[in-house]
């Protein structure tokens, strides 16, 4: 620590150059903080889902309807020990930009599928009870100041019968997504009154979900729940929680690729940026170095402080540019459900910043360390 004046004077002696230096390390270290966090996001969710509930859809797109009659047959295929299903659509309240996803269906057996979202057994009994009954998510519940008893009318481009957009409920309850809290935004009512109110295609579903007793047969079971649908009019593609989440991250292209290509070129040509800024600053400073060794200085200490700066440089940056990509994560968080930033990407860029660092500065700091006195006073 003693030797650090002398590196914060070498940092500083052109201040100009070692912003530029560290705006690109920060700007760099963002992009890949935001890119890598948000594909470790996706992996994470993806390996997170649960191997014992399989998803039956339509064969032509998921989220085609398929009738509601289907799920007499789910709940008999060999292996299945449970089953609901979802008549998903979009509200708005208020205001268009304020949407809110509304879910029709047997709130009982939906909960019994889905066991981490968490609700109290009366307001259950009271939704089965009340027909136009919601049950919400605790995020949803906190974002619009909604409470227990309240009603609420949201816009939707469901019509009703009547022609009306408006759909009002009323809110008996909430629920809370223990496994992922700030996913808690669904708005859970009874199939029967949308399936009684809308005007769109009566007694059909987007999908149903059933939840099997050896998640090791989970092939076996989907092989025998769309062979029961072959050659009729509603073919199924059975799917398990897994294989649907990587296919819906397979359909933003492969982003493993896309990462690693990006963060690849950008730290390639920061290595670069940043080794000409270095080897310049070194060229204006050989006089001053070589007044270093004349006092005393030994060649690596020299070569140590030269790599220090860079190292100041490099790793402070990353150090504000992971930060700041954990401030920017958070925004997609609607979209991968996860909003914080893992440590092992942290890890991986201070790794980074700290090899970007050596290899940047090591020429530099190799002609540090062979600098000759006599040359470099030559002609002062």
């Known amino acids: 620590m003693k030797f650090f004046p002398l590196v914060w004077a070498g940092i500083w002696r052109k201040r100009s150059r070692s912003i530029l230096i560290f705006a690109q390390v920060v700007i760099a270290f963002t992009l890949f903080g935001s890119l890598q966090g948000l594909n470790s996001a996706i992996k994470q969710a993806v390996d997170s889902t649960h191997a014992d509930r399989l998803y039956v859809g339509s064969r032509l797109r998921f989220g085609t309807p398929l009738p509601i009659s289907i799920m007499a047959r789910l709940q008999a295929t060999p292996g299945v020990v449970g089953a609901t299903y979802r008549f998903q659509f979009g509200g708005s309240y208020q205001k268009p930009t304020q949407n809110v996803p509304i879910v029709g269906t047997d709130v009982g057996s939906y909960l019994s599928i ?18 136009d009954g919601a049950i919400v998510g605790i995020e949803t519940m906190r974002k619009y100041g909604w ?100 296919s819906q991250v397979e359909n933003l292209g492969d982003l493993d690729v896309v990462v690693h290509r990006i963060t690849a070129a950008t730290f390639f040509v920061l290595l670069f940026a940043t080794g000409a800024l270095m080897m310049q600053s070194i060229r204006e400073r050989t006089p001053e ?92």
């Open 114 to 131: 889905y066991p981490e979202l968490q609700s109290e057994p009366a307001q259950v009994q009271a939704l089965k009870r009340t027909q």
């Open 147 to 246: 409470r227990v008893g309240q009603r609420i009318t949201l816009q939707s481009p469901l019509p009703h019968k009547d022609g009306s957009r408006d759909w009002t409920f009323q809110i008996l309850g909430s629920y809370r997504d223990a496994e992922q809290p700030e996913q808690s935004r669904l708005i859970l009512t009874n199939y029967r009154y949308i399936n009684e109110a809308q005007a769109g295609q009566p007694d059909t579903i987007a999908f149903a979900v059933v939840r099997i007793a050896d998640p090791t047969r989970a092939e076996q079971v989907e092989q025998a729940i769309d062979r029961q649908f072959a050659n009729s009019p509603n073919e199924t593609l059975t799917q398990s929680e897994q294989e649907l989440a990587q």
């Open 289 to 380: 170095l070589a007044v270093l060794k004349t006092f005393g200085f030994p060649d690596p200490l020299v070569m140590v402080l030269i790599l220090s700066e860079t190292l100041i440089l490099c790793v402070a940056g990353a150090a504000l540019g992971l930060w700041a990509a954990s401030r920017i994560l958070p925004l997609a968080r609607n979209f991968i459900g996860l909003g914080s930033l893992p440590l092992t990407v942290v890890a991986a860029g201070l790794g980074v910043a700290v090899t970007l660092a050596l290899a940047g500065g090591a020429i530099p700091a190799w002609r540090g360390l062979r600098l000759r006195v006599v040359d470099a006073l030559a002609n002062r």
